[in-house]
């Protein structure tokens, strides 16, 4: 999507830069200091969005992000046996991917010190101006600071801007004061930024993302490793105000793949996504490469699509576990949408598709690939065949409804009514209203071929089937597959049942009925209110069904102190279905050690004062 700030290249070298001077050429007049600049709003601005670069950066969601943060988990596993890395825990502290991440959070960081330093250098500027640079710079540090530390734990808190090498010598503060200073940062940052509905998208920091946010951290801290138990109520709090905001109004989405159709058509839906990392243009169109920053969501993470195909290049280095197959209800259309059961055809035509059956074994789940992020449905014209402008929805209003239900669980000791409805809302959501199945209520007579049916009126888009004949007589109707595979049959969706009819075939008298799933039955079980342990289990399964391909399932087993646990689990259960594949490493080589990525050797070697993470 078209980003709202523009990075001029000439920012890039403000950073670290005042003292320096130039080889043979002692008066620089070529590039700007701190000293000369953050004098206009507009500058202010630019500055703005070098901090924000970094989130839409290769080194996080451009690239590396949708590499780490979901693969070593229950979800999905890497499918290139020969590229190493966190995702099939086979690496070192010098991994490029690792180290990557690392260098582009701190890079962001030191950005955001930078601005904050002299956001108020030109008290000319209006404060509301200043106090709304400030509050989202200061959410942006916060953010950088609270992927650090759920990947490395206490990192150090460096809160003014590099200014000599000296400055890179700092020891590793403690979880919890890092933590301290994420709060600290995102609570001033709260009231000092825009209101989503004022902005009209959602690619900038606004209130309805930082009071979000902030119900994520103080959950986190709920968990592993603090387990600072007061903070239940403090994340539910938060979450409360995102829902009560009736001025933001915010609402989920009715069409759960239409999310991320959305997403891929550059259009905002502020109701569902309250931030995204935004993305422009590629990486081939001269109109974009001054000011662009692409994406590889879909490439390396969706259905496979041939090279030179219309639909565009995707390598899928990813396939999908049994487990995650498995974890789906019937009913329940975010399977469909998340999974795909179809190919894509090497095609000028986009989206072309070949459908599959379902898979017959437990072995062929695991080499199902993800269908989230579907290329087919990018907006932008692909003069590069491996980048996309395709946004990444950070957090989510059913994300807010899913952290409120957790924390509320917790505080109580048991499922709330509260709690049970905001699970319900994304629940139903996510459920199918089209037809579950046909009966056959007379068969008839007399048919020599198959006679047409008919679903008609019940309130609704008509769903189409296809009669089965044996002996004169109708003996089965099933619903046709859909050929978008946005659903795996054309379903429908109904308020009332639809009436059935047969006609043609030679025959008379073949009778039939419909069967409707409700939004109603996607409602939580019974067996998962039972206690606060089985809601939280169904949340914890909820969570992987809603947020698959979205990079927050490692933070969510790391937080809930499962991680290590379910990576194990994985391995047997892929050594189970897939005896000897060599993917099954991919999970059974996890260890204590992995619960952190290890301090990248480059960090150890520059900062003296620097502590690596345990068993690495």
């Known amino acids: 999507m078209k980003r709202k700030y523009y990075l001029p290249v000439l920012f890039l070298s403000i950073v670290g830069m005042g003292s320096c001077k130039k080889f043979l050429q002692p008066h620089p007049t070529d590039f700007l200091t701190t000293a000369t600049y953050y004098q206009t709003e507009q500058q202010l601005n630019s500055a703005l969005s070098g901090v924000y670069n970094t989130v839409g950066s290769g080194g996080l969601w451009g690239s590396i992000a949708n590499y780490l943060l979901d693969w070593d988990a229950?979800?999905?596993?890497?499918?290139?046996?020969?590229?190493?890395?966190?995702?099939?825990?086979?690496?070192?502290?010098?991994?490029?991917?690792?180290?990557?991440?690392?260098?582009?959070?701190?890079?962001?960081?030191?950005?955001?010190?930078?601005?904050?330093?002299?956001?108020?250098?030109?008290?000319?500027?209006?404060?509301?101006?200043?106090?709304?640079?400030?509050?989202?710079?200061?959410?942006?540090?916060?953010?950088?600071?609270?992927?650090l530390v759920q990947y490395w734990g206490g990192v150090p808190l460096k809160l003014k801007s590099t200014q000599s090498p000296s400055d890179v010598s700092i020891a590793r503060a403690s979880v919890k004061d890092v933590y301290t200073q994420i709060l600290s940062d995102m609570t001033t940052a709260e009231p000092l930024v825009r209101n989503i509905q004022d902005l009209g998208y959602s690619g900038a920091v606004n209130k309805s993302a930082v009071r979000g946010m902030l119900a994520k951290v103080c959950l986190t801290m709920a968990g592993e490793p603090l387990k600072d138990a007061t903070k239940y109520q403090d994340a539910k709090a938060w979450a409360k105000k995102v829902m009560d905001d009736t001025g933001a109004g915010h609402s989920l989405n009715p069409s759960y793949s239409n999310i991320f159709i959305a997403l891929a058509q550059d259009k905002y839906n502020i109701k569902e996504n309250l931030w995204e990392a935004e993305f422009y243009g590629n990486n081939s169109d001269p109109s974009t490469l001054a000011f662009g920053e692409w994406t590889n969501i879909g490439y390396i993470n969706?259905?496979?699509?041939?090279?030179?195909?219309?639909?565009?290049?995707?390598?899928?280095?990813?396939?999908?576990?049994?487990?995650?197959?498995?974890?789906?209800?019937?009913?329940d259309l975010r399977k469909w949408w998340s999974v795909a059961l179809f190919t894509y055809v090497n095609s000028p035509v986009n989206g072309q598709k070949t459908l599959n059956a379902l898979p017959a074994t437990e072995r062929d789940k695991?080499?199902?690939?993800?269908?989230?992020?579907?290329?087919?449905?990018?907006?932008?014209?692909?003069?590069?065949?491996?980048?996309?402008?395709?946004?990444?929805?950070?957090?989510?209003?059913?994300?807010?409804?899913?952290?409120?239900?957790?924390?509320?669980?917790?505080?109580?000791?048991?499922?709330?009514?509260?709690?049970?409805?905001?699970?319900?809302?994304?629940?139903?959501?996510?459920?199918?209203?089209?037809?579950?199945?046909?009966?056959?209520?007379?068969?008839?007579?007399?048919?020599?071929?198959?006679?047409?049916?008919?679903?008609?009126?019940?309130?609704?888009?008509?769903?189409?089937?296809?009669?089965?004949?044996?002996?004169?007589?109708?003996?089965?109707?099933?619903?046709?597959?859909?050929?978008?595979?946005?659903?795996?049959?054309?379903?429908?969706?109904?308020?009332?049942?639809?009436?059935v009819t047969i006609s043609g075939g030679g025959g008379s008298g073949a009778t039939a009925a419909a069967t409707?799933?409700?939004?109603?039955?996607?409602?939580?079980?019974?067996?998962?209110?039972?206690?606060?342990?089985?809601?939280?289990?169904?949340?914890?399964?909820?969570?992987?069904?809603?947020?698959?391909?979205?990079?927050?399932?490692?933070?969510?087993?790391?937080?809930?102190?499962?991680?290590?646990?379910?990576?194990?689990?994985?391995?047997?259960?892929?050594?189970?279905?897939?005896?000897?594949?060599?993917?099954?490493?991919?999970?059974?080589?996890?260890?204590?050690?992995?619960?952190?990525?290890?301090i990248p050797d480059k960090e150890m070697i520059n900062n003296l004062k620097m502590t690596q993470n345990p068993g690495w």
């Open 74 to 147: 229950d979800i999905s596993y890497m499918n290139r046996l020969t590229l190493n890395g966190p995702f099939n825990f086979n690496y070192s502290a010098s991994d490029p991917f690792m180290t990557s991440l690392w260098t582009t959070l701190w890079d962001g960081i030191n950005r955001a010190n930078v601005l904050l330093e002299n956001v108020d250098k030109n008290t000319g500027i209006l404060q509301a101006t200043r106090d709304r640079v400030r509050g989202e710079t200061l959410f942006l540090r916060g953010y950088y600071y609270f992927l």
């Open 302 to 331: 969706g259905p496979p699509s041939a090279a030179g195909s219309a639909t565009g290049t995707g390598t899928a280095y990813m396939n999908i576990t049994a487990k995650f197959y498995n974890s789906f209800d019937d009913g």
């Open 366 to 499: 695991w080499y199902l690939y993800p269908a989230k992020w579907r290329r087919e449905y990018e907006a932008i014209p692909r003069l590069t065949a491996t980048t996309s402008s395709t946004n990444m929805p950070i957090i989510r209003y059913s994300d807010v409804l899913l952290l409120f239900a957790e924390a509320d669980n917790e505080i109580n000791g048991a499922p709330t009514a509260d709690a049970i409805a905001a699970v319900n809302l994304v629940r139903r959501r996510a459920w199918s209203t089209g037809v579950k199945s046909i009966a056959v209520t007379n068969g008839g007579s007399g048919y020599t071929s198959a006679p047409t049916v008919t679903i008609s009126s019940g309130n609704g888009s008509t769903a189409t089937a296809t009669a089965v004949v044996q002996g004169g007589a109708v003996v089965a109707i099933n619903l046709n597959r859909d050929s978008t595979g946005v659903q795996f049959f054309q379903a429908g969706s109904y308020s009332s049942v639809p009436s």
């Open 516 to 598: 409707l799933y409700k939004a109603t039955d996607g409602d939580v079980p019974a067996s998962a209110l039972a206690s606060k342990a089985a809601f939280l289990s169904f949340i914890q399964d909820e969570r992987m069904r809603e947020f698959n391909m979205e990079g927050s399932r490692k933070a969510d087993l790391l937080r809930w102190g499962i991680f290590l646990k379910v990576n194990q689990d994985m391995g047997n259960e892929a050594q189970q279905d897939v005896p000897g594949a060599g993917f099954v490493l991919s999970f059974s080589r996890a260890s204590a050690r992995d619960v952190l990525m290890p």
